[in-house]
């Protein structure tokens, strides 16, 4: 079992649509972290938290501890949203490894 | 300020072969991390080095290495090139305490 499980693998929408997209933990972690990642490889970190809620215009990240889970939310979805979206932990403070979920195909159609 | 960046941005290579790929962190940031990412096997951590010291590694065999240089520019080095060790690799930096910041990555190719 991985370490880090996301779900859905992929997700197709249309523009507009209120996008959820879940996260699961095993381990302890000192943070969670949501990536982007657009075709060509690119690597954009949207979040790093490791309690609550943040947000950063239409993209809303929450953590549950207790429950070991996280959600990524994006508002008034838009086609330029299409990505691969990856959640990633690390273990420790003071440590930089980055373990990874296998990351959410998401396509907004228009 | 400039953001990380990594040459060569591709590279093709004969088995067999060895490679050295190159990353150049955020002024300022003292932790480098690479990664590689495969079809099949998704992200997977290689190693981060901190004030040029490495700090951590992953699973990965000995021919894969790296360095870090006092101005924290950071190299890694695959030797005895296998046609698995085609990836896209990814370098990023850090200040130590805070997210990661990614590269955009050096395609290898091994033919």
């Known amino acids: 079992k991985n370490e880090v499980e996301q779900s859905p693998q992929n997700l197709t929408a249309q523009e507009g649509e209120f996008i959820t997209i879940n996260c699961s933990y095993s381990?302890?972690?000192?943070?969670l972290h949501w990536l982007q990642q657009h075709p060509g490889g690119g690597i954009v970190s949207l979040f790093m938290l490791s309690s609550g809620k943040k947000k950063h215009g239409r993209l809303i990240a929450t953590i549950n501890i207790q429950e070991k889970h996280s959600s990524l939310h994006i508002t008034a979805s838009h086609p330029r949203d299409s990505a691969v979206y990856i959640c990633?932990?690390?273990?420790?403070?003071?440590?930089?490894?980055?373990?990874f979920g296998t990351g959410t195909r998401l396509t907004i159609i228009p | 300020k400039a953001g990380v960046t990594q040459t060569p941005r591709y590279l093709i290579k004969t088995r067999g072969q060895q490679v050295t790929l190159s990353c150049s962190p955020i002024s300022g940031h003292r932790s480098v991390s690479w990664y590689q990412q495969t079809p099949g096997q998704g992200l997977q951590f290689l190693f981060e080095y901190f004030s040029e010291t490495q700090r951590n590694k992953g699973n990965f065999p000995g021919r894969f290495s790296g360095r870090q240089f006092s101005n924290s520019r950071s190299e890694m080095n695959v030797s005895t090139l296998e046609l698995g060790d085609s990836a896209l690799y990814l370098c990023?930096?850090?200040?130590?305490?805070?997210?990661?910041?990614f590269g955009p990555g050096t395609r290898l190719t091994v033919t």
């Open positions: 990633a932990v690390t273990s420790n403070f003071g440590n930089e490894k980055l373990t």
């Open positions: 381990v302890g972690i000192s943070a």
């Open positions: 990023a930096s850090s200040s130590g305490e805070d997210e990661q910041y």
